[in-house]
């Protein structure tokens, strides 16, 4: 029997790979998530298999509780509040891999130094994505709403780091042979890890927080396949590398996008909080709905850049009643998605998907940003820093370097925004000065919505 739940396992392995490589792709997301449901129903069910499994009621009560509760949850959470979401969903399968080791050590079930270090390396990182993820969703829903640095607080990382790890080594060394270890020992050791994973996202926020989150979910596939090993258990190594490399590669790229290094994201974050920066020359300059109207209704090409203000006032349906109306006058619109817009990786794209935009009229900052030269109106929907120009100019600023969509380059901005404040991040936009820039004030959903009649009166 237990061959046969292996070629399962084998089979799930191809589903999640094929799930993740359709992820790629807008256009085939939705059969990606298929296929990767499917594999994961299918290792679950091969799972009741295995030989020796036990306390079969208590995995099925299980397994209707957190189903029935992540239904219930996907069915009720707006999109607006789908990165806290993933936080928190992250958090637990880091959480659970900690879980895992901690029974085996109770067990005594780890016999030698490989199984042992793999147990406490999994048990380390995801305790360190639990608690780190925890952290990030309060932030995001904006319970926690301050950075919190503590005083020398990379010295307080890297000590109390290296004392979790050297605890861990002295775990290692205890079940090495026995396959156990000290109870007070192991308590101490799960308490710093946990504390580890508060201290080095607490004074993590605004821009940086897309790639916490994303660090956090390479951390659960790291701790997941490490557990797995220390399981015997192939679809727990498999589905742990797949989401640990992801997960890597998908910090990578966001970091890159950022220009920022990771251990820069980490040691020198963007806390949120107002930031240093040389004096923006300018003011900035209000403008009426019927002057927008009338600006992008006689234009031959607009840019569309959405960011999390659109997501917050759930705008995203009046945009494209918007662009439908300008598009039927005979404007060419277009919607570039910078790739750490809104407070998740692909959050912009789900949210105009979710509006009916189609695909083709999306694009990414490399496809669309030598367009803005030759475009007469970028239209900027609650976006700061990923149209910041001051990422290009100003060496001061903590985003200086970072790759941005080019809309001060369009002919004429107009940006809609609730009031004059600073954006996520702390950071002043150079953008709101510009002379080629004006201001239209309001919340996106009621914003979008008075243009829209204006544009529909000048039809």
Not at 244 to 270: C, D, E, H, K
Not at 365 to 386: H, M, P, Q, R
Request: glycine share 12%; aromatic share 6%.
């Amino acid at each position: 029997m237990e061959w046969i739940v292996n070629g399962v396992y084998l089979g799930v392995a191809a589903l999640f790979i094929l799930g993740l490589k359709a992820m790629a792709s807008p256009v085939r997301a939705r059969r990606g998530i298929t296929w990767a449901g499917i594999g994961m129903v299918l290792a679950t069910v091969a799972t009741f298999a295995l030989p020796g499994m036990k306390n079969l009621g208590l995995i099925v009560a299980a397994i209707v509780i957190g189903g029935g509760a992540a239904w219930w949850a996907g069915k009720v959470v707006k999109m607006t509040d789908m990165p806290q979401m993933v936080a928190i969903y992250n958090g637990m399968g880091g959480g659970a891999a900690a879980l895992i080791a901690a029974v085996e050590f109770a067990r005594g079930e780890v016999h030698g130094p490989v199984v042992a270090t793999l147990a406490v390396l999994g048990s380390l990182i995801g305790s360190v994505a639990f608690s780190g993820s925890v952290v990030a969703f309060l932030k995001l829903q904006g319970i926690m709403k301050k950075a919190l640095r503590l005083p020398a607080q990379n010295v307080v990382n890297v000590v109390l780091a290296l004392v979790t790890v050297g605890l861990g080594a002295w775990i290692v060394v205890a079940s090495s042979a026995t396959g156990s270890a000290n109870a007070a020992l192991l308590v101490i050791f799960f308490a710093l890890s946990l504390a580890l994973g508060v201290v080095l996202t607490n004074p993590i926020g605004g821009a940086d927080m897309p790639v916490v989150i994303s660090l956090l979910n390479a951390f659960t596939g790291l701790a997941v396949g490490f557990e797995g090993y220390v399981l015997g258990n192939p679809a727990l190594i498999i589905a742990g590398i797949v989401v640990g490399a992801s997960g890597t590669l998908l910090t990578q790229l966001m970091a890159r996008a950022m220009n920022r290094p990771i251990l820069n994201v980490i040691f020198t974050p963007i806390t949120g909080e107002a930031q240093a920066g040389g004096a923006i020359e300018g003011r900035m300059k209000e403008m009426s709905a019927q002057d927008a109207a009338a600006m992008m209704r006689f234009a031959d090409k607009v840019i569309v850049i959405p960011g999390y203000g659109m997501a917050v006032a759930g705008a995203q349906h009046k945009v494209w009643e918007m662009a439908k109306l300008l598009e039927e006058a005979g404007v060419t619109v277009s919607f570039a998605i910078h790739p750490v817009a809104g407070r998740m990786p692909g959050h912009m794209n789900v949210l105009l998907a979710e509006a009916g935009v189609p695909y083709e009229k999306i694009f990414d900052l490399e496809e669309i940003n030598a367009d803005f030269g030759l475009t007469d109106v970028a239209l900027v929907i609650g976006a700061n820093d990923v149209v910041n120009p001051v990422a290009r100019t100003d060496k001061t600023s903590p985003i200086y370097g970072m790759p941005i969509l080019d809309a001060d380059r369009a002919r004429n901005c107009i940006v809609i925004k609730r009031g004059k404040g600073a954006g996520y991040s702390g950071i002043e936009n150079g953008l709101f000065y510009a002379e080629n820039t004006s201001m239209l004030y309001g919340s996106a959903q009621q914003a979008v919505a008075d243009v829209i009649t204006q544009i529909k009166e000048l039809s």
